[in-house]
């Protein structure tokens, strides 16, 4: 199967997620060797979870099957340029290429942009609208830091 068999098939799964059963129009195909391995819509409307998007639930599932979280030998297919959640979970996830349909500019245009969360993102921690406060935990208190550090380590954990 080629890229454009794949990404029209993310687009045909985003536009039925919206046209059947009204919900975000993003949808997802996670390949690898040609064969896909999982496909996913953007269900943040009926799970009420504003990390259910389509690429993160089929980076979820692909992982899943194939029991590991090294995606490296996969190509994620997305119906829209992927947010900046979906982009982190990528590269968690060592994919090495993502095609996508549309991009940010057709998502604004619908409303759907995350040009605003990109911007946030740009500014310096003190800037953004989120603070992101540290407190420390007791002092006397494990680190769990420390704790994967003194872990016993092999091929299967490391």
């Known amino acids: 199967m080629s890229h454009q068999t794949f990404i029209e098939q993310t687009v045909r799964l985003a536009y039925e997620h919206t046209v059947l059963r009204g919900g975000k129009p993003f949808g997802a195909v996670?390949?690898?060797?040609?064969?896909?391995?999982?496909?996913?819509?953007n269900e943040v409307l009926t799970s009420h979870d504003p990390?259910?998007?389509a690429e993160m639930r089929a980076i979820r599932d692909a992982c899943r099957r194939l029991g590991t979280p090294d995606l490296s030998?996969?190509?994620?297919?997305?119906?829209?340029?992927?947010?900046?959640?979906?982009l982190s979970a990528a590269y968690l996830a060592k994919l090495p290429v993502i095609y996508h349909a549309y991009g940010q500019a057709e998502a604004e245009a619908a409303g759907l942009g995350m040009c605003w969360l990109y911007k946030q993102l740009a500014l310096p921690a003190e800037a953004r609208t989120l603070r992101l406060m540290a407190q420390r935990a007791d002092a006397e208190a494990d680190s769990p830091y420390a704790a994967w550090m003194r872990r016993p380590t092999d091929e299967n954990n490391g």
């Open 30 to 41: 996670l390949v690898r060797e040609g064969q896909v391995i999982a496909t996913a819509v």
């Open 51 to 53: 990390t259910d998007h």
């Open 73 to 86: 030998g996969c190509v994620l297919y997305a119906s829209g340029e992927p947010c900046p959640m979906c």
